[in-house]
């Protein structure tokens, strides 16, 4: 018995007059509930579409004229209504729904069922219409699908070692998505572990894009760009292998996310960034300005619209950058969106364990406890101002990425040049520097970083006071991020 009809068997095995199936995947819940029926004894499911009306019955395309047909006839086993969530709005619509479910509450064998795409209980109605989340194709619905491409090409175009690893991050997609993946990839020629692969992460992209307010960030960042913050680069590398299939089967935990917060410009939001080349697995930005701008609907809506579509990309790693401003919050932690704020908490309590929470902040003081507690993320990590030997690394690294020769530039002076400085501001001035030189044409050298080392002034001049009480407040509630830790907090 597959997933899915376990999982309806358990959601319509006791009595529930009224239900609302929150899924895009109207054939393959009619088809498992054609089999529950089955199973059950029961007629075939009756189905009702605002075309086609309430299955034979005459004159039923009107939800109200068909939910009376419900009752009118007494009939029984799974009836489903397709297309009634715009109908939502109109409060015959919602009585006539009322109607329906008092009729049958002593009834046991009579299920109706609101199958929709979009999420749209009438408030009226919560408390009586049960809510089911289908989950999609579980491993086991894949792999008939993969057994039906191979049944139909009569050979075995996808070989039985690669479904074993595509199964995995075919897992999250519709049915429909993960059938047209393969016959596209297979169409083409694309049989092999990789080039599957390639198309598995090409369509979750494209899926993330059309619910506008994730945004894809590609795996271009490598870990090796990250100058010092080893205690941090450590924690990740050792995860590096724990989507991977082995990790998976050997039941090792799946970490639930990582907080790192701290001085801004100190390298968090790239931090983030080189999780996806190192994890293997697609990263999406939350854009919260979008979710709270209203273009999507309410924000706890279009929020709710989020945390399900990148449940139906995982294997991924949702990035929440700013998390104080994400989650609606002033400068005293004050929530100003106290609904999100706390769903986002039940989400991140019960989430799907196929996804890594990334989440970033720079006001850490806005941070209230409950974000913090043990529980909620893994690790909470502060990352403070690099200490010399760091700076030293990021300046090689963006010295590097610039093509300079590392032979003509004195690290130990630029060590002692640049106290209190950020990673963000090293790399201002690497590229000034670059730019001058390259502007009188000459190769570019340390008498170029000296001269615009002198003119940046850094934040931590400006801002001492703030990132005092930042180390402070971190010393206590967070891991060290750099391995100098604790010590290099004495600083300043
Ligand atoms: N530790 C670092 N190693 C290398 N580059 C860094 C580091 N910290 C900051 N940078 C540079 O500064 C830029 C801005 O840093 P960012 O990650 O946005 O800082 P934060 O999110 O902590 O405010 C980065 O894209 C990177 O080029
Ligand atoms: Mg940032």
Known sequence: MSDLLVQLESAFGGHSPLS??????????????????????????????????????????????????VIQEDL???????????????????????????????????????????????????????LVEVM????????????????????????EEAVREI??????????????????????????????????????????????????????????????????????????????????????????????????????SLAVKTISSLWNIPLFRLDMNLVFSGMYGSPEEAFHRALKTIEAVAPAVLWIDEIENALGLDESGRNLASHIFSSFLTWMQEKPPLIFIAATANKIQALPAEIIRKGRFDEVFFCDLPTAIEREEIFRIHLQRNRADLEEFDFKMLQVMTEGWNGAEIEQAVISARTDAFYEERPFTQRDLNRVIGKIVP???????????????????????????KAASKRL
């Open 20 to 69: 609302y199936i929150h899924s895009p995947e109207e054939e393959r819940i009619l088809r498992a509930l054609t089999a529950l029926s089955a199973k059950l004894g029961a007629a075939a499911p009756l189905c009702w579409s605002c075309l086609g009306g309430l299955g034979n019955y005459a004159d039923t395309q009107e939800p109200v004229a068909a939910l009376r047909k």
């Open 76 to 130: 029984r086993g799974f009836i489903v209504f397709l297309d009634l969530a715009p109908f939502m709005q109109a409060p015959e619509v919602v009585r006539a729904l009322r109607e329906a479910y008092l009729d049958g509450q002593d009834k046991a064998d009579r299920h109706i069922i609101l199958l929709c795409a979009e999420l749209n209980l009438p408030e009226a109605l919560k408390k009586e219409i049960e």
């Open 136 to 159: 999609p194709p579980a491993e086991d619905e894949i792999g008939v699908l993969v057994q039906k491409l191979n049944q139909e090409a009569k050979q075995d175009l996808i070989k």
């Open 167 to 268: 199964t995995l991050a075919l897992k999250g997609l519709t049915e429909n998505e993960v059938w047209h993946i393969l016959r596209r990839a297979t169409a083409s020629g694309k049989t092999s572990q990789e080039e599957l692969l390639d198309e598995i992460f090409a369509e979750k992209k494209s899926v993330v894009k059309k619910s506008g307010f994730l945004e894809f960030s590609p795996p271009r960042w490598s870990i090796d760009e990250l100058g010092g913050l080893d205690n941090l680069k450590d924690w990740l590398r050792r995860r590096e292998k724990i989507f991977s299939r082995e990790a998976l089967a050997a039941g090792v935990p799946i970490p639930k996310g990582l907080l790192m917060m701290g001085v801004s410009g100190c390298g968090k």
């Open 459 to 485: 934040l931590s001049d400006t801002m001492e006071q703030q990132i005092k009480s930042i180390r402070s407040w971190a010393f206590s509630r967070a891991t060290p991020a750099s391995k100098f830790g």
